[in-house]
Structure formats: C-alpha cells, structure tokens
C-alpha cells in the first residue's frame, strides 16, 4: 500500500500531541484557545493602486 509522507507525519504530530495531554479533549480545547489568545496580528497601511495607462483605441 502506498504511504503518502506528509499524511504520516501529520498523524504523528497529532497523535503525540494528543497523548501530551493524556487524549482529554478538554484540555487539549483548553490549550488550542490559550495558543489562539497569544497570536498577534500586524495590520498593515493599504497598498496604493498602480496607476496603470490604457491603451488608445485605434
């Protein structure tokens, strides 16, 4: 059976996070909302539009 690389790790990842927490889906709730409280987001000035000229019509 073919494995895909990227999907085994993922579940690797996933599984080894799960069991950090003993797999208490209300911890591991608990600690995703707490990651998600210290995420920081940069608001950045709007771009200015290019000016582009049009093309004359023949």
């Known amino acids: 059976m073919w494995m ?3 999907v085994e790790q993922t ?3 996933r599984e080894e996070y799960a ?3 003993g797999y208490d889906l ?3 709730i608990a600690d995703l909302k ?3 409280n210290e995420r920081h987001t ?3 000035p709007p771009k ?3 000016l582009v000229p049009l ?3 023949s």
Request: aromatic share 4%.
């Open 4 to 6: 895909d690389e990227i």
């Open 11 to 13: 579940r690797k990842a």
């Open 19 to 21: 069991a950090k927490f």
């Open 26 to 28: 209300e911890a591991i």
């Open 34 to 36: 707490e990651k998600q």
């Open 42 to 44: 940069v608001s950045l």
């Open 48 to 50: 200015q539009p290019l």
């Open 55 to 57: 093309a004359k019509a």
